[in-house]
């Protein structure tokens, strides 16, 4: 095989790994599809932040990529926003529209290269709460709708804060190994009982304290730039 062609693989690897993150969630569409929203959710964190590894490790890095990750950020991050808003009622699936509209904006504000990146809560921040909201829901047995309602709220105005926010858990996650065990925390919590309350708490906490340090603008590192 060329090397043209196998540089040309190797630089389209960690788009491809994009893509792949937004497909598998066609299931959501068919029916009893929402049974798999929990390993969905997982499942697209997870490629998500293998499509940037890739692109570090490969030196693939590209304006396109970046474009094309935001591009399928939006998407799928939409998705999994209606599909669980619409599924706790008219009222939640109103709210996650609006939501659905900050993501939509924020994605599209990306793309133009002169916006400052790193600004506000990034959109995978939004998906992993709505993960912690539905899994502590099944725990403790209540109607996740009002805690959903509040955190679409919450996040389609923090998305758009003009400071960084660079406290959370996975902006901290610099590393490689660092954003693997982001991850495994991730389905540690969906499949140990006893572990979703702390991890949960964990990058909640993180988000209202990054939140509550934006009052303080000059303790806030600029130069902490965050995913999504």
């Known amino acids: 095989m060329p090397n043209s062609i196998k540089r040309s693989i190797y630089k389209n690897i960690p788009n491809v790994v994009s893509i792949l993150g937004v497909v598998p969630l066609i299931v959501l569409f068919v029916e009893d599809g929402y049974q ?13 932040d ?3 590894i890739l692109a570090a490790k490969l030196n693939a890095r590209s304006e396109f990529g970046a474009r094309l990750d935001n591009v399928c950020d939006a998407i799928s991050h939409t998705i999994i926003v209606m599909v669980i808003g619409l599924h706790y009622g008219w009222v939640c699936g109103l ?7 900050a993501i939509l904006i924020r994605s599209v504000s990306r793309l133009d290269p002169d916006v400052v990146k790193g600004t506000g ?17 099944t725990m403790f ?13 919450t996040h389609a105005i923090t998305m758009f804060i003009k400071h960084p926010m660079p406290y959370m858990i996975r902006s901290q996650a610099k590393t490689t190994l660092a954003i693997l065990l982001v991850n495994v925390s991730l389905i540690i ?17 993180t988000y209202l304290f990054s939140l509550f340090k934006i009052g303080f603008p000059d303790n806030v590192k600029p130069g902490n730039v965050q995913e999504g």
Do not use: K
């Open 36 to 48: 798999y929203i929990i390993p969905l959710i997982i499942y697209n964190n997870i490629m998500d």
């Open 50 to 52: 293998l499509d940037g």
């Open 95 to 101: 709210v996650g529209l609006v939501s659905v509209s």
């Open 121 to 137: 809560s990034p959109t995978n921040e939004l998906i992993r709460h709505i993960l912690f909201v539905i899994l502590l829901a």
């Open 141 to 153: 047995d209540f109607n996740p709708a009002l805690a959903l309602i509040v955190v679409f709220a």
């Open 189 to 205: 919590a969906w499949l140990i009982p006893f572990a979703l309350p702390i991890i949960a708490g964990g990058f909640i906490l």
